[in-house]
């Protein structure tokens, strides 16, 4: 059973850090896609970064170019996104997903709240 759990959001000041985790399990995550989604109020959800397992190749979304850094750890069997020089606009529900049969990405974490703000 593949399972994705997200944590390690909260309220941070602009300008500051968060680093998420996204934990999996009923999987070995190093040979599948994962990818970080976002979505805010009253907003579609998009894609913030994803990473491929088989070699570690990652993807960035323009907005976060710079500030955003994803990676891995195959013996925790966890993905991070660490997240620097946040700004207001970042606020969001952060989402882990990874990959099913059909091409697209049918698992989901519940999503970890992260607000950016003063």
């Known amino acids: 059973q593949v399972q994705l759990v997200e944590s390690g959001g909260g309220l941070v000041q602009p300008g500051g850090s968060l680093r998420l985790s996204c934990a999996a399990s009923?999987?070995?995550?190093?040979?599948?896609?994962i990818g970080w989604f976002r979505q805010a109020p009253g907003k579609e959800r998009e894609g913030v970064s994803c990473?491929?397992?088989?070699?570690?190749?990652?993807y960035y979304a323009d907005s976060v170019k710079g500030r955003f850094t994803i990676s891995r750890d195959n013996a925790k069997n966890t993905v991070y996104l660490q997240m620097n020089s946040l700004k207001p606009e970042d606020t969001a529900t952060y989402y882990c997903?990874?990959?099913?049969?059909?091409?697209?990405?049918?698992?989901w974490g519940q999503g970890t709240q992260v607000t950016v703000s003063s």
């Open positions: 990473i491929k397992g088989s070699d570690d190749s990652t």
């Open positions: 997903a990874t990959v099913g049969s059909s091409g697209d990405y049918d698992y």
């Open positions: 009923g999987f070995t995550l190093d040979t599948y896609i």
